[in-house]
């Protein structure tokens, strides 16, 4: 298996656009994870998925931003409309039942810049 | 949910051993102590983890202290390429929700 698979590796957008972020996880993982990066805030966990559907989104950050899984080989991070504090790696990662044996693999992320 | 207090840097020279050290003073009882590391530009990898007895693989040995107020990753024979942000994280193994990667440890592994 390649891994998990995120694109675009690098995004710059103008404020006010659209932006959507793809994940390929691993095949077989049944839970998915996205994640921000930032220098201020470090690692924050968005939202993450059990058989492709949303358990927990208390990480998001406001409306703006939306996560779907439609597959089990598929999901996107969605902001609309981005802002220039958006910037950050965004990271997807998945894994099996989250069980004591099991562990989180991340995608390279997805480097977001709003200017 | 328990916190870490990790050094935020260390320095080691290539080829020895790299000890770094984590406190989790307030772990429950069914919290495991996990360790990812951060190589730049890349995503986390997981390391290890352990619950209360010391763990070792082919990557690194972890070393619980019998009251699990703190461990320690130990990389035995540290390389250039173990230059990395290192982060200890304790939780619940049922509570993704509770995931929280702190600031870590950035080792600094010199020739």
């Known amino acids: 298996d390649a891994g998990v698979i995120q694109s675009p590796r690098h995004e710059v957008t103008e404020m006010g656009q659209e932006v959507t972020l793809r994940c390929k996880p691993i095949?077989?993982?049944?839970?998915l994870f996205w994640y921000r990066q930032t220098m201020m805030r470090g690692l924050e966990l968005l939202i993450y998925?059990?058989?492709?559907?949303?358990?927990?989104d208390s990480g998001m950050p406001e409306d703006r931003f939306s996560a779907k899984m439609p597959n089990a080989s598929f999901s996107t991070l969605k902001i609309q409309p981005s802002e220039p504090r958006d910037s950050a790696v965004y990271f997807c990662?998945?894994?099996?039942?989250?069980?004591?044996?099991?562990?989180?693999?991340f995608g390279q992320g997805t480097r977001l810049t709003v200017v | 949910d328990a916190k870490t207090t990790q050094p935020p840097s260390m320095d080691c020279a290539e080829g020895r051993a790299a000890n770094l050290p984590c406190n989790h003073s307030?772990?429950?009882?069914?919290?495991?102590v996990y360790w990812y590391r951060q190589i730049h530009s890349q995503g986390p990898q997981y390391i290890i983890h352990?619950?209360?007895n010391n763990e070792t693989n082919e990557m690194a040995s972890l070393i619980i202290t019998e009251d699990r107020k703190s461990s320690t990753l130990i990389l035995p024979h540290a390389t250039l390429r173990d230059t990395a942000v290192y982060y200890c994280?304790?939780?619940?193994?049922?509570?993704?929700?509770?995931?929280?990667f702190g600031s870590g440890t950035k080792l600094n592994v010199k020739p």
């Open positions: 990662a998945s894994s099996l039942v989250p069980d004591m044996n099991t562990e989180a693999f």
């Open positions: 095949s077989g993982h049944d839970y």
């Open positions: 998925f059990n058989n492709n559907v949303p358990i927990d």
């Open positions: 307030t772990i429950s009882g069914n919290e495991y």
């Open positions: 352990g619950l209360k």
């Open positions: 994280i304790v939780n619940n193994i049922y509570n993704f929700n509770k995931f929280y």
